[in-house]
């Protein structure tokens, strides 16, 4: 049995999980099976949220074509059903990943961040920083099951999970590239990856905008294991297994021990890293380095 | 010649050094030469120390039966025996095993934490803290010879030497596994970790419990040299030298820099760590979370 | 064309760069060469910056006899440089290097340290201090091109880049060694150090006074790339190339947020931290320790 919770629906829809399974068995879940297509029918979301009540387990599968995106309506996604699964005692484990190919999260929407009012630019970053408070400080085991490329703010979502497996597919990539887009990592999401990473490789890799290959991001511990890519989401939860075994009071008072220091000092200057954000970004001279970068996006595809 | 340093004893004990310079050829100390079991004979101290006046070295052997738990006897022997050498101008450096077998120690005697009162619960941690306080800060160069298994406390006790150096035998493991017991590192614990392998190893290896055989331990840096199990102490003993050749003045105050401010953050907080530390362990819940703990020991023993 | 510009003298020479550039493409510049020839006879200054206007690269080559260390003197030329290069809006990228055979720089003149009034330790310091402030705020791309040995100040100066290019010579070293001279690295050095190779390799390190090996300077992140001896400098000025192609607001921005708590606890500290060097280094028993070790090094000579 798996409970099916779908996002914008305020109950829980329980269903026979033997599609699932199956499906599961064979490593991340493939648009073409049939159960997969019943959801995307039956709703708009752009999440697909499978609770494993057994197990206790949540798989979140970000499904915001074509890259997942973080625009403001997807982050308050984000936001509503991590919430939800948060206060859900029957949820102990989070899984995310993606349903889109080839990428796990492009990162925040820059559609958000260009030729937008200063009013709509903080209420963006005031959603990215809560999104990064929900799952940096989330008392559920949080694993990444990076299945396709995670540059910038996927990066950084992947970085506040407890644990992170990625696709050893060298067409892949996973960093915070911000720097290369003419734009500033804010200190919170240097913080993160220097929990993460340490300083020096933290510091070269925010000057420089640097997107790492599976291999090296796991030499420099960006990710902590490397699985083929049809095995992404399995081996994430043979490790949740794992994880949820550690008797859970003593493991989330410890998590918040390593973690609290760096939140509190969001918390503290939230306000201030928004009207940070808002003069930044509202610059002329970035969004014309913006502009340019969507141009030279768009020159790529063409 | 060798000055032999019982504890408990108010003087210092010159005896001839060739038993216990032709046993620490082979290694670590064993129980059944004669010069041990005349020390054994001649005090119920669980301590031996072995100071070698010439050299300036001591070495305190840990035999406190079966498993060297630190209790708060022997925490209170060993807090007595550090003040000592540390005032003792002769005594320059320290190396700190065991003369249990299979083990270096098994870390905070679970006993002085289960059905206590938080009085004494209160004096058990309050000499948890003073032997980190000494071992830590200490102007003697440290030297963990780790001849056997050193979970929590006794993973807690190597952290604070200035070097670190495992017998290679993979039955033995090293960690701060306090998670797997239902209990939580203090923050002093977390930050002598995190000084020691970094952030990221700290949070994984704090949240998990985790417990790594030697060669794990060296590859993380939780230790920063192994050796084949009979020359742990000698090992130990010519690392020492090296140690003792570097300018004595410079070294102590460049070490003092690098650990005052983790050393202050508990001095600034000691009540208040103690109280955490009652209020938390003597609540019904941990109480029985040990209770199972040590009911899985005994049937493992069985 | 490069423009060569020299300390000292208030306008740039532009000259024909083939000689130079020619030069360059066999690694450092050698002393033989015709145009440092002229170099050398045309100014008593012990910097030679070669500015390439067309790049925005200025390689500053310091040959100070015999051994660049890091005299009242030398340091003021070299902070005084630093200034110009950084209020020239032509210079995006710095490359430090030796002209010196086999040594970058063999770091803070201990001449400067020994029998001096406590005015001048205080000027002294200060200078080191100004030097340190300098490279590593500065707004370039900086990349060290260490041709050479490059212990203690040597070191601090490597460290302050934003990038470390090593000579791939075994008899070459590298490392913050004052503790062998019986004196303390103060804790900015320590903090720059942290930086960049993690705390524990930092507390080993400091502790032990360690001077390290190419390959071990490579192996706990002390410098970022190996090259053979003759590539030294052209390895530099492609990985600048590299760097200089980032977005440059950005990349600034990012790179004070990461070194701005570093340095601005060096602002806030200046004064006690120059009175506290003098008053050690003024010590008789520091004094000593420094006349030993000049006797040493005569001895070495001889």
Redesign the interface.
């Known amino acids: 049995m798996s409970c099916v919770f779908r996002h914008g629906e305020t109950a829980c829809f329980c269903v026979f999980a033997e599609g699932l399974l199956s499906c599961s068995s064979h490593g991340r879940l493939c648009p073409s099976s049939s159960s997969i297509s019943q959801r995307n029918n039956s709703s708009s979301a752009k999440l697909i949220v499978d609770h494993d009540q057994t197990t206790g387990v949540a798989v979140m599968h970000m499904q915001s074509p074509p890259v997942n995106s973080l625009s403001l309506d997807f982050l308050t996604e984000i936001c509503i059903t991590l919430e939800k699964l948060e206060m859900d005692k029957g949820c102990r484990g989070l899984i995310i990943t993606s349903n889109q190919p080839k990428v796990f999260s492009a990162g925040l929407d820059i559609l958000e961040m260009y030729g937008k009012s200063p009013e709509r630019c903080g209420e963006f970053w005031k959603a990215v920083q809560e999104m990064w408070l929900k799952l940096y400080g989330s008392n559920m085991v949080t694993i990444a099951a990076i299945n396709g490329s995670s540059p910038a703010g996927g990066c950084l979502m992947s970085m506040t999970c407890?644990?992170r497996i990625m696709a050893d597919n060298p067409r892949y990539s996973i960093g915070l590239n911000?720097?290369?887009?003419?734009?500033?990592?804010p200190?919170w999401f240097?913080e993160t990856m220097?929990?993460?990473?340490?300083?020096?490789n933290?510091?070269?890799s925010?000057?420089?905008?640097l997107l790492y290959k599976p291999a090296e991001a796991l030499k420099i511990?960006l990710v902590?294991q490397l699985v083929p890519e049809d095995q992404v989401l399995s081996a994430a939860t043979q490790t949740m297994t794992?994880?949820l075994a550690?008797?859970e009071?003593?493991?989330q008072?410890?998590?918040s021990?390593?973690?609290k220091p760096t939140i509190d000092k969001l918390c503290s200057n939230r306000e201030a890293d928004i009207q940070n954000f808002v003069s930044f970004i509202t610059k002329e001279?970035i969004q014309k380095?913006l502009r340019m970068y969507m141009e030279m996006l768009k020159q790529k595809k063409a």
């Open positions: 407890d644990y911000e720097t290369m887009l003419g734009i500033v990592a200190f240097k220097v929990n993460t990473v340490g300083h020096r933290t510091e070269m925010l000057e420089l905008g511990g902590d794992k994880w550690i008797p009071h003593a493991r008072i410890t998590k021990m390593m973690r001279s380095s």
